[in-house]
């Protein structure tokens, strides 16, 4: 994997196979490095800004020992007026580079996630939901004037109001002891050996987020080899996840320190086998076969006889696809309904054909067309 460079490059010589910012940390300002991507380039983007903490002095503890925050350079801002004109400019960047069909999540804390998001509602993208990381071992309230701060929001929206974003959604009730997942995730913080510490033993970045966290995050809503952007690099988790499962990364970062340390663990990732990163998917996501290509294909053929599941209702099978049943005529799904005297039937599933004796549902016939294409 290559070390960071400038996005520049892949536009002064002929175009390759893969772009050269692929996979790539792009050192410099996020803004400038985006505009420099091309327009819809991404599948997903995660983005952890600057939280604007606002925090006018350290943190100690009881014991009077200094509490490791967010002090950093990065995170100050002379006012809100100036938060959000940064918030507008990065959002509206990502927008250009996030494909019609994409989403964004975007992290953050009470300081600024209610600003965010009404800024992203106003650049026209569409909320799908927020999602609160509840954290497990959360940093105490030391000073005993507020309640423990103990999580996060993430806003995930699409691009606009009509596209047609990704969502796992079998993946993840699988993925949750086959019970739907739900907005509220429990996960602890980064601590231990994922937590990332330099030569003084302290932490490279204050708020290096948990590989857990972005696992869930890509398999809700990407699929194996989109490009997930980052546009607040850090450390890397994004990209580190990102390789791991499958999917391609582009990670903006302008600390040198954030690099090298991002560099170096993605580079020590395996990924999963290829095997092993098919998920559940629904029916939904599967091509549309018309009950026509049942005799297109011969597996049906006209005047073919079609029946309930016990046997007890009949109907036939007519040249263009339709059903005859008594008075019912039209679609397996309107004859379905009819016959039982209902509003609605998938007729899929309520119609079976006789094989070797035994009624199967004709669902069957149109899942041997989807696995033969």
């Given at each position: 994997?290559?070390?960071?460079?400038?996005?520049k490059?892949?536009?002064?010589?002929?175009?390759?196979?893969?772009p050269?910012?692929?996979?790539?940390?792009?050192?410099?300002?996020?803004?400038?490095?985006?505009?420099?991507?091309?327009?819809?380039?991404?599948?997903?983007?995660?983005?952890?800004p600057?939280?604007?903490?606002?925090?006018?002095?350290?943190?100690t503890?009881?014991?009077?020992?200094?509490?490791?925050?967010?002090?950093?350079d990065?995170?100050?801002?002379?006012?809100?007026?100036?938060?959000?004109?940064?918030?507008?400019?990065?959002?509206?960047?990502?927008?250009?580079?996030?494909?019609?069909?994409?989403?964004?999540?975007?992290?953050?804390?009470?300081?600024?996630?209610?600003?965010?998001?009404?800024?992203?509602?106003?650049?026209?993208?569409?909320?799908?939901?927020?999602?609160?990381?509840?954290?497990?071992?959360?940093?105490?309230?030391?000073?005993?004037?507020?309640?423990?701060?103990?999580?996060?929001?993430?806003?995930?929206?699409?691009?606009?109001?009509?596209?047609?974003?990704?969502?796992?959604?079998?993946?993840?009730?699988?993925?949750?002891?086959?019970?739907?997942?739900?907005?509220?995730?429990?996960?602890?913080?980064?601590?231990?050996?994922?937590?990332?510490?330099?030569?003084?033993?302290?932490?490279?970045?204050?708020?290096?987020?948990?590989?857990?966290?972005?696992?869930?995050?890509?398999?809700?809503?990407?699929n194996?080899?989109?490009?997930v952007?980052?546009?607040?690099?850090?450390?890397?988790?994004?990209?580190?996840?990102?390789?791991?499962?499958?999917?391609?990364?582009?990670?903006?970062?302008?600390?040198?320190?954030?690099?090298?340390?991002?560099?170096?663990?993605?580079?020590?990732?395996?990924?999963?086998?290829?095997?092993?990163?098919?998920?559940?998917?629904?029916?939904?996501?599967?091509?549309?076969?018309?009950?026509?290509?049942?005799?297109?294909?011969?597996?049906?053929k006209?005047?073919?006889?079609?029946?309930?599941?016990?046997?007890?209702?009949?109907?036939?099978?007519?040249?263009?696809?339709?059903?005859?049943?008594?008075?019912?005529?039209?679609?397996?799904?309107?004859?379905?309904?009819?016959?039982?005297?209902?509003?609605?039937?998938?007729?899929?599933?309520?119609?079976?054909f006789?094989?070797?004796?035994?009624?199967?549902?004709?669902?069957?016939?149109?899942?041997?067309?989807?696995?033969a294409?």
């Amino acid at each position: 994997m290559r070390s960071s460079v400038s996005i520049k490059s892949e536009f002064d010589g002929h175009p390759t196979s893969k772009p050269l910012w692929l996979d790539t940390i792009l050192k410099g300002d996020c803004i400038a490095q985006l505009e420099a991507l091309p327009k819809h380039s991404v599948d997903a983007i995660f983005a952890d800004p600057p939280y604007n903490l606002q925090l006018g002095s350290g943190l100690t503890r009881p014991d009077q020992s200094e509490v490791d925050g967010v002090t950093n350079d990065w995170d100050q801002f002379e006012s809100f007026q100036a938060y959000d004109a940064f918030t507008r400019a990065w959002l509206l960047a990502c927008k250009r580079v996030l494909k019609p069909d994409g989403t964004i999540w975007v992290i953050g804390s009470y300081h600024n996630i209610f600003r965010v998001g009404a800024i992203m509602q106003d650049l026209g993208f569409w909320m799908l939901n927020d999602v609160v990381w509840l954290k497990t071992n959360p940093m105490p309230n030391f000073r005993g004037k507020r309640f423990t701060n103990a999580h996060e929001t993430m806003i995930w929206a699409s691009r606009g109001k009509e596209s047609k974003y990704t969502f796992n959604y079998e993946a993840l009730k699988a993925f949750n002891d086959d019970v739907q997942m739900r907005s509220d995730w429990v996960l602890p913080i980064c601590t231990g050996n994922e937590r990332l510490k330099g030569e003084d033993g302290k932490k490279v970045h204050p708020t290096q987020k948990p590989e857990s966290l972005l696992y869930r995050v890509m398999l809700s809503s990407t699929n194996p080899g989109d490009i997930v952007l980052d546009p607040f690099f850090g450390t890397g988790t994004t990209g580190a996840v990102a390789k791991m499962m499958g999917r391609h990364f582009v990670g903006v970062e302008r600390d040198p320190d954030y690099i090298k340390a991002a560099q170096e663990r993605i580079d020590a990732v395996v990924p999963i086998e290829l095997s092993a990163l098919e998920i559940s998917r629904g029916k939904r996501s599967q091509p549309r076969i018309p009950f026509g290509r049942l005799l297109e294909e011969g597996l049906l053929k006209p005047g073919a006889e079609l029946t309930d599941k016990r046997g007890k209702i009949f109907a036939k099978v007519r040249a263009d696809g339709s059903l005859v049943s008594g008075v019912h005529t039209g679609s397996i799904h309107k004859v379905g309904a009819g016959v039982q005297e209902l509003e609605a039937c998938n007729g899929w599933t309520y119609w079976h054909f006789d094989k070797n004796g035994a009624r199967e549902p004709i669902d069957a016939l149109r899942q041997v067309i989807r696995d033969a294409a």
